[in-house]
């Protein structure tokens, strides 16, 4: 077994009776209640969201109330006599997580799942760190520093764009903003407002909307743009 699996098994508490590799009709039983579990609730390839726990729950539930193929007795009598054999769970749930290094570009992005995600600061190290649990990353300086926390790529979570570390790194190359790939996001007045070819007047512009996102957001920022621009 191996050592991952074996701090696994230490967490929980459960003992393990070891089959042969290879052998899966000396586990038939196992693997047909895989598959039965597969063909049953799972037809189509399932989607991973945050509630899948609890929708499985529910379908187990109800597939409890019917006789045992083999014993004639309610699936459900079998769980609540099984029940006072288990095991409490520990408190603590185990961390199941990854770590992988990942190397970072000259715009603070960083490839995780095949997402650029633009990561505070990374671009002062050569590369970083993802430590990934199923749904979340942090992304972490060699250092050990939290450059940023997050939902997964492919958990379709709407990510707030770090506006005012985008704007520091435009002041300094100011030239990149049509390039970039935020520009698409800007709000129309905002957008308008730095696309002037002057570079010395765009990086001024970028500066005045860094001191404003200290403290309003960019939404409330184009919505008052004429109140709180100086022109």
């Known amino acids: 077994m191996t050592d991952a699996f074996?701090?696994?098994?230490?967490?929980?508490?459960?003992?393990?009776?070891?089959?042969?590799?290879?052998?899966?009709?000396?586990?038939g039983n196992?693997?047909?209640k895989v598959g039965y579990v597969r063909y049953n609730f799972f037809p189509t390839s399932p989607v991973?969201?945050?509630?899948?726990?609890?929708?499985?729950?529910?379908?187990?539930?109800?597939d409890r109330q019917r006789l045992h193929y083999e014993k004639e007795v309610m699936i459900e009598d079998l769980w609540n006599e099984e029940m006072k054999h288990l095991l409490a769970l520990p408190v603590e749930d185990y961390l199941i997580f990854k770590?992988?290094?990942?190397?970072?570009?000259?715009?603070?992005?960083?490839?995780?799942?095949?997402?650029?995600?633009h990561i505070p600061k990374a671009s002062n190290y050569s590369s970083i760190y993802f430590i990934l649990s199923w749904d979340k990353f942090k992304a972490v300086s060699p250092d050990g520093e939290i450059l940023l926390e997050d939902f997964r790529p492919y958990m379709n979570?709407?990510?707030?764009?770090?506006?005012?570390?985008?704007f520091k790194d435009w002041i300094r190359k100011p030239r990149?903003?049509?390039?970039?790939?935020y520009q698409n996001y800007?709000?129309?007045?905002?957008?308008?407002?730095?696309?002037?070819?002057?570079?010395?007047?765009?990086?001024?512009?970028?500066?005045?909307?860094?001191?404003?996102?200290?403290?309003?957001?960019?939404?409330?920022?184009n919505e008052e743009f004429y109140d709180?621009?100086?022109g």
Request: proline share 4%; charged share 30%.
């Open 6 to 27: 074996i701090q696994f098994q230490n967490h929980y508490g459960f003992e393990v009776q070891v089959s042969n590799p290879r052998s899966g009709h000396k586990k």
């Open 30 to 32: 196992v693997e047909n």
């Open 48 to 62: 991973i969201y945050e509630e899948l726990t609890e929708t499985l729950r529910v379908k187990f539930e109800k």
């Open 99 to 117: 770590e992988i290094e990942a190397k970072v570009n000259k715009f603070n992005e960083s490839k995780l799942d095949n997402v650029l995600i």
């Open 157 to 166: 979570k709407k990510w707030a764009i770090p506006w005012l570390s985008v």
């Open 176 to 181: 990149v903003v049509p390039y970039s790939r």
């Open 186 to 221: 800007l709000p129309g007045r905002i957008n308008d407002y730095l696309m002037v070819d002057d570079l010395i007047v765009r990086k001024a512009r970028l500066t005045e909307l860094v001191s404003l996102l200290v403290t309003h957001d960019m939404k409330r920022i």
């Open 228 to 230: 709180l621009i100086s």
